[in-house]
């Protein structure tokens, strides 16, 4: 065996020994799922708490007996559906017209836009939470999508991408008579796939694990979303581990599976949220 | 539309520019502007909901009460603490796996997709499930496996009570969570040097040591600066893992500046303290990306 060989061994096998530890805590909580409640603490720190031995799906009915668990995925879907879709409407439009129009305040506004890219919404939360509880819209779907339909840093990676279109894509277009909109539908947005996907997959990844706001503004469980909801799960007693568990297999299915169909565009979404000055 | 065919079209668009960008301007002038500005004033009042005493403005006596307040301090040195540990730990191990990646090994793209798999993992799940894995006692996972690494010298703890081992052990899946984030954008600035480089690079003798230092780390600067500026801010930010862990326990050993404020809005209605809190949490998210823009100019000089 030569020496190159050999390195690349060593490099399978440091690759193999990360991914296991990436792995683990899924693993685990794909095992621990599907045990009788009391095992799973017991057999935790041994390495049974990856094998489901007796597995059975009695955890699962008792999160569908014990919770409201498609009352909270559908808010959870209805949420980020909502903040994700409008989202890209609003921005993308907002973008086209920063990138491709002449018009007074342009350079006044996108400067603000690049300004606000940097408030982080936690330095906002707390004037945000107090309006929404003045304006009685505590416990409401509005409190939890309309502050988050227009995003700076969504715009910002629209504006990156549609100033890189040549300017003939649109004046083919606009010498047919094309309205401003009509070129902005028919020519500027299926030319740019790309953009619309990673800016969906960023605000996704965002709302659909945001803790913080919806912790404050959701009372009751009626317009709770699924990582409220696992949270106050796992403090309602009795504890128990295989029906956390369970919740949680449930919660992150779906999106795995998603992941796994379209990973490589999760990932271009993510790298160019890092190609900006 | 109100977008006419005229004469003045192609110079002037501003109706259509202001129609365009208009929601998304008025969403964030009403949603993240204003909310701003008004942290910013009420942070120099002494506003409480449901307080008999009337609005006043009390200048900087907010911040000086907060500067005074032994658990807010002890929030604000866990933040920097985290950052100062988290940053480096996960940059380093983030950057090794993209480094392993980079190598045009078989199967890159499902490893490359395991390592990434926890982001898409909400926080508050990810937090849940490290509380059963840091359970105490030989029945916990991490107790169970630190045992099978030291061959049976480690004595089980409870770490999420341990005063000592909480914030490691909070910071510890942070890094499990965020290293494949930061992975996937080192990896794509890896794959953006030109091969040529290296091959100058063996050409006059450079050994892979020498070329990682003097071809790889200076390429991958802005990709590199990048993470760092979002990891640090993301430490700044930590809030789930504690309200749901440990709720800054034991003995403020897991407080954090954003635990801070919404406890002191939440569940004490201090409006105005905690708009000084969140006030200091984005003077340093500010200190912190001033000195990214700074390291990426440096880097265009140079270059």
Redesign the interface.
């Known amino acids: 065996m030569n020496a190159s060989r050999l390195g690349?061994l060593g490099?399978?096998l440091?690759?193999i020994g990360?991914?296991l530890?990436?792995?683990?805590?899924?693993a685990?909580?794909l095992a621990?799922s599907l045990k009788p409640n009391e095992r799973?603490?017991?057999?935790?720190?041994?390495l049974s708490?990856f094998v489901p031995v007796g597995a059975s799906l009695d955890n699962y009915r008792a999160v569908f007996e014990r919770t409201d668990f498609l009352r909270f995925l559908f808010n959870s879907i209805f949420i980020t559906g909502t903040v994700v879709v409008a989202g890209l409407l609003?921005?993308a439009?907002?973008a086209?017209?920063?990138a491709r129009?002449?018009?007074?305040?342009?350079d006044l506004?996108f400067n603000?836009?690049i300004a606000?890219m940097?408030?982080?919404f936690?330095?906002?939360?707390?004037?945000?939470?107090?309006?929404v509880?003045i304006l009685g819209l505590r416990d409401t779907y509005i409190a939890q999508i309309?502050?988050?339909?227009?995003n700076?840093f969504s715009?910002y990676l629209f504006y990156s991408f549609f100033i890189g279109l040549p300017r003939e894509l649109e004046e083919a277009a606009s010498l047919d008579?094309a309205?401003?909109?009509r070129i902005?539908f028919a020519v500027i947005v299926p030319n740019s796939k790309p953009a619309f996907a990673s800016v969906a997959i960023l605000s996704f990844?965002t709302w659909?694990?945001s803790?913080?706001w919806p912790?404050?503004v959701t009372i009751g469980p009626e317009v709770r979303p699924?990582?409220?909801a696992?949270?106050s799960f796992?403090t309602l007693p009795p504890l128990q581990?295989g029906d956390?568990?369970a919740f949680?297999t449930l919660?992150?299915m779906p999106?795995?599976a998603v992941?796994?169909m379209f990973?490589r565009w999760?990932?271009r979404g993510?790298?160019s949220?890092?190609i900006?000055? | 539309m109100s977008a006419p065919r005229s004469r003045r079209r192609f110079n002037d668009q501003t109706a259509s520019g202001l129609l365009l960008a208009g929601p998304a301007m008025l969403g964030l002038l009403l949603f993240i502007l204003a909310p701003f500005l008004i942290a910013l004033a009420l942070a120099f009042t002494n506003l409480r909901l449901g307080s008999p005493l009337p609005l006043e403005f009390v200048g900087l006596k907010q911040f000086q009460r907060i500067f005074a307040d032994p658990d807010f301090l002890q929030a604000l040195s866990n933040n920097l603490l985290c950052a100062l540990t988290v940053v480096p730990l996960q940059t380093a191990l983030a950057l090794g796996l993209a480094l392993l990646l980079n190598r045009g090994l078989r199967g890159t793209v499902v490893f490359r997709t395991l390592f990434f798999m926890p982001v898409v993992f909400p926080m508050s799940l990810v937090a849940v499930v490290w509380v059963l894995i840091y359970a105490p006692g030989p029945d916990g996972m991490m107790n169970g496996f630190l045992d099978l690494v030291t061959l049976g010298a480690w004595e089980p703890r409870d770490f999420l009570r341990d005063p000592m081992l909480a914030m490691p052990a909070l910071m510890l899946l942070s890094i499990w969570q965020g290293a494949g984030f930061q992975m996937v954008i080192l990896l794509a600035g890896l794959q953006q040097i030109p091969h040529e480089l290296y091959e100058a690079a063996a050409l006059d003798g450079a050994g892979r040591w020498s070329q990682f230092r003097h071809v790889t780390l200076p390429q991958l600067r802005n990709p590199l600066v990048f993470v760092v500026l979002v990891t640090s801010i993301l430490a700044f930010r930590l809030f789930d893992q504690v309200q749901i862990m440990t709720r800054g326990g034991p003995n403020g050993a897991t407080t954090t500046v954003m635990y801070e404020a919404v406890q002191a809005v939440f569940t004490r209605q201090q409006v105005a303290r905690a708009s000084a809190m969140t006030v200091v949490f984005f003077l340093l998210v500010l200190a912190v990306t001033w000195l990214q823009r700074r390291l990426a100019r440096q880097e265009r000089e140079i270059g």
Not at chain 1, 21 to 26: D, E, G, I
Not at chain 1, 40 to 46: C, D, N, Q, R
Request: glycine share 8%; no cysteine.
């Open positions: 690349r490099f399978y440091a690759l990360l991914a530890l990436f792995l683990a805590p899924l685990m909580m621990g799973v603490l017991v057999e935790a720190g041994t708490a609003v921005n439009l907002a086209y017209a920063f129009l002449q018009w007074r305040g342009r506004l603000l836009v606000l940097i408030l982080p936690e330095a906002i939360a707390v004037p945000l939470f107090y309006g509880s309309l502050p988050f339909i227009a700076a715009i008579g309205s401003t909109l902005f990844l659909w694990g803790y913080l912790l404050l699924l990582p409220v696992i949270a796992y581990w956390i568990l949680g919660m992150v999106v795995l992941f796994l990973q999760f990932v993510v790298a949220s890092a900006k000055g």
